[in-house]
C-alpha cells in the first residue's frame, strides 16, 4: 500500500506563489508517474500536471508557463511551484501515483491519491 501525503496549501492573493509538496510512503515511488489534479467547488476534478520517473513533465493549458512540477526520487516527494495565481486556481489539490510511469491524463490511471490540500486564491 502507498500512502501520498500532500502539505503546502493555503489562502494566498492573485499574482503569489505557492508551493505543494506530496510526500510518498514505501519504496515504490521513483519507477511511477505522479501528478497533480484539482477540484474546484461545483466542478469535476481535472489534470494539471503529470511528470515521469526521468523528469519529464506535461501542464494542462490553464497554467502553462506558471506552473511546474518537480520530483525528487530520493527523497519520494513530488513538488508542484504554482506562481502568478489567479483566482481561478481556487481547488482542492491532490496528487496521484499513476499505475506505470506513462503519461496518463485521467483519473482512473491512478491507482493512489492523497486526501487533498486546499488553496484558496483571493482577488
Known amino acids: 500500500q502507498v500512502q501520498l501525503v500532500e502539505s503546502g496549501g493555503g489562502l494566498v492573493q492573485a499574482g503569489g506563489s505557492l508551493r505543494l509538496s506530496c510526500t510518498a510512503s514505501?519504496?515504490?515511488?521513483?519507477?511511477?508517474?505522479m501528478a497533480w489534479f484539482r477540484q474546484a467547488p461545483m466542478k469535476e476534478r481535472a489534470f494539471v500536471t503529470a511528470i515521469r520517473s526521468g523528469g519529464s513533465a506535461y501542464y494542462a493549458d490553464s497554467v502553462k508557463g506558471r506552473f511546474t512540477i518537480s520530483r525528487d526520487n530520493a527523497k519520494n516527494t513530488v513538488y508542484l511551484q504554482m506562481n502568478s495565481l489567479k483566482p481561478e486556481d481556487t481547488a482542492v489539490y491532490y496528487c496521484?501515483?499513476?499505475?506505470?510511469?506513462?503519461?496518463?491524463?485521467?483519473?482512473?490511471?491512478?491507482?493512489?491519491w492523497g486526501q487533498g490540500t486546499q488553496v484558496t486564491v483571493s482577488s
Open positions: 496521484a501515483r499513476a499505475n506505470a510511469d506513462m503519461w496518463a491524463f485521467a483519473g482512473f490511471q491512478y491507482d493512489f
Open positions: 514505501g519504496r515504490t515511488f521513483s519507477g511511477y508517474a
